[in-house]
């Protein structure tokens, strides 16, 4: 990027890096070819003058906005078809490289359901033929789709979703209903105006008898019109805090019929007379949600990088208050509570980075497995996704809430963008499952761990550390990195053993199973939540200590630091846990404290290299405050005078009601 125009406060910390930028952002990207490919296409993208918005989104209509988003995200998937035209599901990896959607409209793509849920449920579910016939389309987008499953009453309850899917043998066609107003279909992403086809996602009826939800490929409008097809009922649902141009909607159907070959047959099937073929699991219908929320974790490491870089380069630029009399205002990033704020973030998005990829190369595996009849390993890949996506979108959300209050005033401006991500990050605790109730999930699992621990069985390799800690009550601690995972763990294993013990505690004489575990579910979320912290920060120091080793002793040493202050700060964070299961003294804690500070005075010469090394184009930060080259004044003013009320000098509301006011007030 030019260096000419760049603020003298970000010129000199990049003097002060310590490591090749250039180095980290290869390490992100995964190698400098795909550096290059992503710049390749984030460059033809964010030049198109198709792309560029005379007047900012924020000061669209409601109507105007979507239909913006919409023109600019089919000038994107054009653009993008030259490029993923060797895109199949199969060489599909999570990468840095769908972030360009950011560059092209602030909010979310309307199209967004489309590649992250429509593709993959019809890859996922399908039988081959149906694929054949199906996935070219969309992947070419020659259609439309959505996932259709959450209702008006029902998101987090799969089996009390109420659309009806009722086969009928004599026409070997599936009647679709929604009998009453909770049954309608609420919240599907391009669901409103944008998709022609959906997901259904509907209770199945055949020859009488209720075989629970099934997914089925529906077309809800007509190819040529766009007019929803007679039997259809669908609109927008209306404006939310943030996702305002993700077109959410809602879906009504009224004896709508579909050929039976419409279901998603990968799974469980229904023959022409009626028929039906039980799924080996009947969990295997739930797999796209596993699949969104393993991909999530970059979805969040990518918005917190973008966060990250807006507030670190805002804070080197900008100066506020003296230290010391007689002394220049300091950079605010120099402020040691500024970096308490600040460099926690950037570390945690390395952090979901790395054990997103962790956990995708697990999901890999295990479909793999789930491919050749096996589903051994299901449950605890379910628990892992659904704790790690519970905990990292709320992880997520504070940190971007701290960001933004790192910028003062300024982080309030839409047009620092932090409003925005805050919005896009804030969904994602409840969306792909609701964060408690994710939560509950894994703790179903740690439950089933615990007893398996009582029975002295050999457990699963996420939970084998249960056993280690099983029997002492307080673990040796060690202040050492091995000796916080050993702690995290140790503090898992007790909550563990705790919320086991209060279900037990609850289960008196004519208490249900379900009573009792509702009244230990505070304890439960708790002990998964430890399970989880205890994950992180196992899985991101080996992850981070083996990329050390791949790179330069620079780079490698501020990785470690990242990692490092990661976990430090999460030991003094949690340090009640710590002092409950393990030996920590309070020396040890001021010693940990000590350390913490140390780590934030290292890595801040670094700071701005480090976000740096996101390297995120301009048009992708959308920021005026964190823009490479710290132009932060200039371009608040620049948006500033963007509005339409500075159109005119006098607006004519002055006019119509405050000089009557006035005029009346003189009376
Ligand atoms: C090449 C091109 C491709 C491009 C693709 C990539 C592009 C990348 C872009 C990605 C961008 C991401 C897009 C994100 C968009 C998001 C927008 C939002 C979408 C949505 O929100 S969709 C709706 C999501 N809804 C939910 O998540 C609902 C949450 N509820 C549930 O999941 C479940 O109902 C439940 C888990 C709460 C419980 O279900 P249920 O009551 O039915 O369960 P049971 O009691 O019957 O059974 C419990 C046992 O089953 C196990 N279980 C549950 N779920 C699963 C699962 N998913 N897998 C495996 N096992 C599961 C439980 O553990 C229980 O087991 P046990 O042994 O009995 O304990
Ligand atoms: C921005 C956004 C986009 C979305 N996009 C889509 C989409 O494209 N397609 C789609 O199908 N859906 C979509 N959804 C819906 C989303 O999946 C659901 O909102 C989500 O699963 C939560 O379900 P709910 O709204 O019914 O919440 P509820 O389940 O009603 O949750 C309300 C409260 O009840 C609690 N609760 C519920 N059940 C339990 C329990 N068993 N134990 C303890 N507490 C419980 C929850 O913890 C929460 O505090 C979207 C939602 C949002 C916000």
Redesign the pocket.
């Known amino acids: 990027m030019a260096e000419h125009n760049v603020c003298v406060e970000l010129v000199r910390e990049r003097q002060k890096c310590t490591f090749e930028v250039q180095e980290l952002i290869h390490l992100i990207d995964g190698g400098i070819t795909a550096t290059e490919e992503r710049r390749e296409v984030e460059n033809v993208v964010c030049t198109d003058p198709r792309i560029k918005d005379v007047v900012p989104e924020e000061y669209l209509s409601h109507k105007e906005r979507y239909e913006n988003a919409i023109r600019k995200n089919c000038i994107l998937q054009e653009i993008l078809k030259k490029y993923?035209e060797k895109?199949?599901?199969d060489?599909?990896r999570?990468s840095n490289k769908?972030r360009i959607s950011s560059g092209v409209v602030k909010d979310i793509s309307p199209f967004?359901?489309h590649?992250?849920?429509f593709?993959?449920t019809l890859?996922n579910q399908s039988d081959d033929e149906q694929k054949a016939k199906w996935v070219p389309k969309a992947?070419s987008m020659e259609i439309i789709g959505t996932?259709a499953?959450?209702e008006l009453g029902h998101?987090?309850?799969?089996?009390g979703l109420e659309t009806t899917a009722t086969y009928d043998p004599n026409t070997e066609e599936f009647v679709l209903n929604t009998p009453n107003l909770t049954s309608y279909k609420w919240?599907?992403?391009g669901l409103a105006h944008t998709a022609n086809h959906c997901i259904v996602v509907a209770q199945l009826y055949s020859k009488g008898q209720h075989y629970g939800?099934h997914p089925f490929f529906v077309q809800i409008r007509d190819i040529e019109t766009h007019v929803p097809l007679p039997g259809i009922k669908v609109g927008e649902i209306g404006p939310k805090l943030g996702f305002q141009t993700?077109n959410n909607g809602f879906l009504g159907f009224e004896n709508f019929r579909i050929p039976r070959r419409n279901m998603l047959m990968k799974n469980a099937q229904v023959l022409k007379d009626g028929t039906y073929i039980k799924s080996k699991?009947?969990?295997?219908t739930?797999?796209?949600?596993?699949f969104?929320?393993v991909?999530?974790l970059?979805?969040l490491a990518f918005e917190l990088s973008r966060a990250a870089t807006i507030a670190v380069r805002y804070s080197a630029v900008r100066h506020q208050s003296q230290l010391k009399a007689n002394e220049p205002e300091l950079q605010i990033i120099d402020y040691v509570t500024q970096q308490h704020k600040l460099f926690i973030g950037v570390s945690t998005s390395h952090v979901f980075r790395v054990v997103g990829l962790w956990l995708w190369n697990t999901y890999v595996k295990v479909n793999a497995d789930i491919g050749k009849g096996n589903m051994d390993q299901?449950?605890e890949?379910?628990?892992l996704?659904?704790c790690l996506k519970a905990v990292c979108s709320r992880d997520a959300a504070a940190r971007v809430e701290e960001f933004r209050l790192a910028c003062g005033g300024h982080g309030f401006m839409t047009s620092s963008n932090l409003p925005i991500i805050n919005g896009i990050v804030s969904?994602?605790i409840?969306?792909?499952?609701?964060f408690s109730?994710?939560m509950?999930?894994t703790a179903?699992?740690l439950m089933?761990a615990w007893n398996g621990v009582l029975a002295r069985k050999t457990l699963t390799p996420t939970v084998s550390y249960l056993s280690k800690f099983s029997n002492s009550d307080r673990v040796q601690w060690a202040n050492t990195t091995a000796g916080i995972i050993s702690g995290f763990q140790a503090a898992a294993a007790g909550k563990t053993k705790e919320a086991y013990a209060a279900i037990q505690s609850y289960l008196k004489p004519g208490t249900d199973y379900e009573d009792a575990w509702n009244s230990a579910s505070v304890q439960l979320v708790s002990a998964s939540e430890a399970h989880c912290r205890a994950i992180l920060c196992e899985i991101s120091w080996s992850e981070m200590q083996r990329l050390s080793k791949t790179v330069s002793p620079n780079l490698g040493k501020v990785l470690l630091e990242l990692a490092e202050l990661y976990l430090t700060y999460w030991s003094l964070e949690k340090r009640g846990d710590l002092l409950m299961y393990t030996t920590i003294s309070t020396a040890d804690i001021a010693k940990l404290q000590a350390r913490y500070e140390e780590l934030l005075a290292l890595i801040r010469p670094n700071a701005v290299g480090i976000v740096d090394g996101f390297d995120i184009r301009d048009e992708i930060l959308n920021s005026t405050l964190g823009a490479y080259d710290g132009r932060v004044y200039e371009r608040l003013m620049e948006e500033a005078k963007k509005s339409p009320l500075n159109a005119e000098p006098v607006n004519e509301s002055f006019h119509k009601y405050i000089k009557p006011l006035m005029l009346k007030a003189k009376l």
């Open positions: 993923t895109r199949t599901w060489n599909f999570p769908y967004m359901l590649t992250g849920m593709i993959p890859v992947m996932y499953q959450t998101g987090s309850f799969i089996r919240w599907p992403g939800v993700a699991n009947d969990k295997l739930y797999g796209t949600m596993v969104v929320r991909i999530i970059f979805d299901l449950p890949l379910h628990a996704a659904c969904a994602s409840t969306y792909e499952g609701e109730v994710l509950l999930q179903r699992f089933k």
